[in-house]
């Protein structure tokens, strides 16, 4: 099992970022997957999810309607897309795998600032 984020990068306030989660070693269409983000220090905190069935998709009160968690199967990646992104969104962004004991990707720093 493997999840590899990039797209992170240094945007100013009110910018966006589109992030990506190449996964591989299991099977995306069957799998939930999660976006966390951990600020400095403080700790890992989960941001949205997308489900397997008919992309059900949540997320928590400080994300909604400003990010969109989607994915392609076809490409096995799952994105979060980040608008109107705030220096509170400042940290590390992980994507995780929902399955066993769980899998997280390496990260991808997003920093937020003029």
């Known amino acids: 099992v493997q999840l590899v984020e990039s797209g992170g990068g240094l945007v100013q306030p009110g910018g966006s970022l589109r992030l990506s989660c190449v996964t591989s070693g299991f099977t995306l269409t069957t799998s939930v997957i999660k976006w966390f983000r951990q600020a400095p220090d403080k700790e890992r905190t989960w941001l949205a999810t997308?489900?397997?069935?008919?992309?059900?998709?949540y997320y928590t009160d400080s994300v909604r309607g400003r990010f969109t968690i989607s994915r392609d199967d076809a490409k096995n990646t799952v994105y979060l897309q980040m608008n109107s992104l705030k220096p509170e969104d400042t940290g590390v962004y992980y994507c995780?795998?929902?399955?066993?004991?769980?899998?997280w990707g390496q990260g991808t720093q997003v920093t937020v600032s003029s």
């Open positions: 997308i489900a397997t069935t008919r992309h059900e998709k």
């Open positions: 995780y795998l929902n399955r066993d004991t769980g899998y």
